[in-house]
């Protein structure tokens, strides 16, 4: 599904590269982990895999072909459509219901959500395990209810891949848990997952651990 080769990326004024001269290929259905010490690259990694940046060089294919090369039009669409993005901070809008977040995506400011819109999002709050939170605000869910909603709001346009930057990396043990157990169902479900994250348990029940060290996968 996702293919990496050669890529390198080096943030203006520094030393060395953030990634080294990477390859990695990800299969469909596949969760991968990404693990290593702090600056070793992991969310640059992420980010030029998930289309949020460009790498230096280096060439990233989703199903055959080349994202990096290709328009910033076509990479607004990987972003919007097919691949969702989650992160630590869950950049929740703290005035906004948990439905409104999830359907955020889908709003302009201007033309109400659609039945059939407003449904997949009560839908995908139910698979998230948030079924009567509909109507809470961030500020009224705990650390593990917003991170779900996060996720739900990054799948809300069917995307088959997800990236995700330490999605457990701000809650504690218990509830970092719980949102594995949601990614591993997710995953179950045929969505091909890439987290990156410090916890080497959490890691270590993902298919297969990618480990980086100094911008290299080693
Ligand atoms: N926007 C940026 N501009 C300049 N340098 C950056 C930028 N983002 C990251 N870096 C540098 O690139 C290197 C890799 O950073 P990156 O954020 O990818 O590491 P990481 O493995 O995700 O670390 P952490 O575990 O702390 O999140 C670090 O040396 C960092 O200082
Ligand atoms: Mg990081």
Redesign the pocket.
């Known amino acids: 599904m996702l293919r990496a080769q050669n890529v390198v990326k080096c943030?203006?004024g520094?030393e060395r590269p953030?990634v080294d001269h990477v390859d990695l290929q990800v299969g469909a259905g596949e969760f991968v982990s990404i693990v290593?010490?702090?600056?070793?690259?992991?969310?640059?990694?992420l980010h030029i895999l998930s289309s949020l940046i460009r790498p230096d060089s280096g060439s990233v294919f989703f199903r055959g072909r080349d994202i990096c090369s290709a328009p910033e039009s076509l990479r607004n669409r990987l972003r919007h459509r097919d691949f969702a993005v989650v992160f630590q901070q869950r950049h929740l809008l703290p005035y906004l219901s948990a439905l409104e977040n999830v359907l955020l995506p889908f709003m302009d400011g201007f033309t109400p959500v659609g039945a059939e819109r407003l449904e997949t999002g009560r839908g995908l709050l139910r698979r998230v395990g948030l079924e009567g939170k509909e109507a809470s605000r961030p500020g009224e869910l705990s650390g593990g209810e917003q991170q779900r909603v996060a996720i739900a709001r990054a799948l809300i346009r069917g995307a088959r891949a997800l990236f995700a930057d330490?999605p457990t990396g701000s809650l504690d043990y218990a509830t970092g848990e719980s949102v594995m157990e949601l990614l591993g169902g997710l995953n179950a479900e045929g969505l091909t997952i890439i987290m990156?994250t410090?916890n080497e348990e959490f890691a270590g029940r993902t298919g297969r651990v990618l480990r980086?060290s100094d911008g290299r996968i080693i």
């Open positions: 943030y203006a520094a953030a290593g010490r702090s600056g070793s690259g992991k969310s640059t990694l330490e990156v410090h980086m």
